[in-house]
């Protein structure tokens, strides 16, 4: 596991390359979990899950950490998102992608260039329940909000 820690922090550069002490405990426990099904297999019972193990200070509903401006504040690792009808659509050469949200939380990974993110989250796609992480390019948002929340120590 630290294995995979150090390389997602090499993968992931934040400003001032140092990645808060909450925030990698977050992706840690998110990394730990993948092909698992945290509590229900709830989308919300990762964040809360990994928010609760880190002592992060948060509601206990939806507000998992300050909301910030990610054209402001660099998105980091271990931060918290809340997709609200959200889809986002990609074209290729070789087709396309559409991926749908309407309520749904997840937890970024890794952040491998501005505006390009990689989330661990459950009950979602073709594994359900299952903790699993997904590309996303945030340009690539046609509809809906996503909220973005960083951990709160």
Known sequence: MLTALACLLVAAPIQGDTLPALNACIVEYALSQEGHTVARGECWDLAAA?????EAQWDGLYGFGRRYDPKKDPIQ????LRFEGVTMETRTTDGSERYTFGEHTAIVVVVPAPGRITIAHQNFGPVGRKVSQLNLDLASLTKGRIHFHRPVP
């Open 77 to 80: 690792p271990g931060d918290i």
């Open 50 to 54: 990994a928010l609760d193990l880190c």
